[in-house]
């Protein structure tokens, strides 16, 4: 049970740092966590723990505040900044593959001790972020689009929650499947892959669910930028 209570703490970390950046940031701070978000979630996932006899990987969490950032701007700012957020992390995560693997090409010195390391997280990268990036970018759109098409329909300021796991829930569906498929498929066998295709989903869905308060508590938070007429 170490891992699930863990894990509990750890999303609350996670949560409570994301209001602490946009407290102190405001909308730049939303576009600085995605970028950071896209990066740690494609590091964390690499790692497989147990939790429930069942095999799941890091990296849900954090990158179930991607969606809670792009549906909190779409909120208050628009939903053409949402989409430039997206097409941020995107970029974001080109620019650390590219880089990473250029650092990899270098010979490193005899005296080196970290090389292998290195390979061993961003070597296996480039088939991850190939996941991600098709994932992500499908997905992540998908999400503005569906929050936007929901903020149409269910438009009160208290039905916020409705807009946020309705569009998250259903875009992370797509998300877990695309990603899954293209990171893990022949890497582990069908029944590790289903489980962690399962667990990778129903994580997702519980941050999703239990990121609701604190979206609206970051809707609360009042910036200098708000005044400013939102994108359309």
């Keep these: 049970m170490f891992n699930f209570y863990f894990g509990v703490a750890f999303a609350l970390v996670n ?17 600085a966590w995605i970028a950071a978000a ?30 809670l950032a792009t549906d909190l701007i779409n909120e208050k700012y628009g939903e053409k900044e949402a989409k430039k957020a997206v097409w941020f992390g995107f970029f974001t995560l080109i620019m650390t593959t590219i880089i990473m693997q250029m650092v990899l090409v270098f010979q490193p010195h ?15 990268m480039p088939r991850l972020v190939i996941g991600s ?10 999400d503005v689009k569906l929050f936007a098409k929901l903020k149409e329909k269910f438009s009160r300021p208290d039905q916020l929650w409705i807009r946020n796991n309705g569009s998250t829930m259903v875009s992370q569906l797509i998300d877990t499947f695309i ?46 930028e708000e005044t400013q007429k939102p994108g359309v």
Aim: charged share 10%.
């Design 15 to 31: 949560f409570i740092l994301f209001l602490t950046c946009y407290k102190w940031f405001g909308k730049t701070g939303l576009f």
């Design 38 to 67: 896209t990066i740690l979630a494609n590091l964390q996932v690499v790692k497989t723990i147990e939790m429930f006899g069942l095999v799941m990987t890091l990296g849900n969490v954090i990158y179930g505040t991607i969606y």
């Design 110 to 124: 005899e005296s080196d001790i970290f090389q292998p390391h290195l390979e061993a997280i961003f070597g296996f």
């Design 133 to 142: 990036l098709a994932a992500y970018l499908i997905s992540q759109y998908l």
């Design 179 to 224: 990603f899954c498929m293209i990171a893990f498929a022949g890497v582990f066998s069908w029944d590790i892959w289903i489980q962690i295709f399962f667990t990778t989903y129903v994580i997702k869905f519980v941050v999703s669910a239990a990121s609701t308060p604190f979206i609206y508590i970051a809707r609360s938070f009042k910036h200098p």
